[in-house]
């Protein structure tokens, strides 16, 4: 069982930077690979960015590439997300979770196995 609490969202303008925080309860958060999600109001839950258990390997959606860097530290049981250069359209919930599978580039909800209560992160233009 794992517990994620996310933190860090809030309201940014346009260009700015924010960095989330999702920490993790359990003594086995370095087994898991951490993904980040995000839901704008009326739409799906898209991928984000993804990152290995050892934090060698990270994946990202398109839409952030670039700008965006996932990031983990297995000794305090925590993953971040680094945005920069944020747009409107980058407003959203964003969510953690957690997936115990090694295999790279999963990309789909039900693919992991915990999530956060998600925190709100606002760009405005």
């Known amino acids: 069982q794992v517990q994620l609490v996310e933190s860090g969202g809030g309201l940014v303008q346009a260009g700015g930077s924010l960095r989330l925080s999702c920490a993790a309860s359990?003594?086995?958060?370095?087994?898991?690979?951490m993904g980040w999600f995000r839901q704008a109001p009326g739409k799906e839950r898209d991928f984000v960015a993804r990152i290995s258990q050892g934090g060698g390997v990270t994946s990202y959606g398109g839409s952030v590439k670039g700008r965006f860097t996932i990031s983990r530290d297995n000794a305090k049981n925590t993953v971040y997300l680094e945005m920069n250069s944020l747009k409107p359209e980058d407003t959203a919930v964003y969510y953690c979770?957690?997936?115990?599978?090694?295999?790279?580039?999963?990309?789909?909800?039900?693919?992991?196995?915990?999530w956060g209560q998600g925190t709100q992160v606002t760009v405005s233009s």
């Open positions: 359990g003594r086995t958060f370095s087994r898991y690979a």
């Open positions: 979770a957690a997936d115990d599978s090694s295999l790279a580039g999963r990309t789909l909800i039900y693919e992991y196995d915990y």
